[in-house]
């Protein structure tokens, strides 16, 4: 079972901006697309960005698009979401997630519901 550990959350401004960082255990991390979800208080997770395995395919929901960048270095066993231009609506715990599939891409019609390993969070807050 593969284990993911977010980093690089905290509290910005509105207009700032954030790194995020997700570390993944085991070897099989260039085998698959990651994800980025991010669930406000008494919202749905709702989903942010994915990320083929090999980069060269990414999709961004419409709210983040142009504002967030997702990258990976497979190498080391990294997925990264790069957040600029934060606003108070960003504000929520954020989750990176492995789909469950090897070798899959879904285009614009990823789900939860596609992703079986996830983090336990990293906290974004953005003051106005």
């Known amino acids: 079972q593969v284990q993911l550990v977010e980093s690089g959350g905290g509290l910005v401004q509105a207009g700032g901006s954030l790194r995020l960082s997700c570390a993944a255990s085991?070897?099989?991390?260039?085998?698959?697309?990651m994800g980025w979800f991010r669930q406000a208080p008494g919202k749905e997770r709702e989903f942010v960005a994915a990320i083929s395995w090999s980069s060269g395919r990414i999709y961004y929901a419409d709210s983040v698009k142009d504002r967030f960048t997702i990258s990976r270095d497979n190498a080391k066993n990294t997925v990264y979401l790069q957040m600029n231009s934060l606003k108070p609506e960003d504000t929520a715990v954020y989750y990176c997630?492995?789909?469950?599939?090897?070798?899959?891409?879904?285009?614009?019609?990823?789900?939860?519901?596609?992703?079986?390993?996830w983090g336990q969070g990293t906290q974004v807050t953005v003051s106005s």
């Open positions: 997630a492995r789909d469950h599939s090897a070798l899959r891409w879904k285009g614009s019609s990823w789900s939860r519901a596609d992703f079986g390993s």
């Open positions: 085991g070897r099989t991390f260039s085998n698959y697309a």
